[in-house]
């Protein structure tokens, strides 16, 4: 079962969430504060973790940190107050991977927690099969007919991207977001460039081909006989 740690020291909004998510069948774990949040972190593995930014003893920027430092990309959502730019870009480059502003719908908050969960089930699952390539998340390497290769980390998310949804189109905006993040300074080419060298890694026939969309973007599809 996905295991939720919500952190908020207002008490209705603690069991609003909860609420909400445990009835969509996750096992939701409640803290009245950072401090206890961060007691919790230990207590087995977590899937998600949802944040207020202004609690006690230890605020949600401080926690965000230290989860990042010892707890490696567990999703985090951030809920809070603050809905001004400048804070999102600071929760953005502390290492959160999304953010809700208060007053929230509760169903808006479940959509982007079922996203979040599927986004991190892309990069944290065991392996996927595309074509006659399995590809190991936690290994960073291809798999094809026996021989392993090992992989850049960008290019190895970039074709787990691609292909977790064969067929789907993704736009350059979005595979920098998921890939480079939010504050990468580069441009669309770096997709292009790392575009052509999975082109060269991994041919026709492996199965699966990365089509261009002109003017739009990338995607995979599985070669059928």
Request: glycine share 8%; with cysteine.
């Amino acid at each position: 079962m996905v295991r939720i740690l919500i952190a908020d020291d207002d008490a209705s909004i603690l069991e609003l969430i909860h609420m909400y998510l445990t009835r969509e069948g996750y096992s939701v774990h409640r803290a009245r504060d950072g401090r206890e949040a961060f007691d919790m972190l230990s207590d087995g593995k977590w899937d998600l973790i949802i944040l207020d930014v202004m609690m006690p003893h230890m605020d949600g920027w401080e926690l965000c940190m230290d989860i990042r430092r010892y707890y490696g990309d567990v999703p985090i959502l951030l809920v809070t107050a603050k809905g001004e730019a400048e804070d999102k870009i600071k929760g953005f480059r502390l290492g959160t991977d999304d953010y809700l502003a208060k007053p929230f719908v509760p169903e808006e908050l479940v959509m982007r927690v079922k996203a979040l969960l599927r986004r991190y089930r892309i990069f944290a699952g065991e392996s996927l099969t595309i074509g006659n390539v399995r590809l190991d998340a936690s290994t960073k390497e291809a798999d094809v007919g026996g021989t392993l290769q090992s992989m850049p980390a960008k290019e190895f998310e970039l074709i787990y991207t691609l292909a977790g949804f064969p067929g789907q189109i993704f736009t350059r905006d979005q595979l920098i977001e998921k890939i480079w993040g939010h504050d990468y300074d580069g441009d669309e080419r770096t997709v292009d460039v790392h575009i052509k060298r999975l082109r060269d890694r991994f041919s026709e026939e492996n199965g699966f081909v990365i089509q261009t969309i002109r003017g739009i973007g990338y995607r995979i599809e599985v070669k059928t006989d």
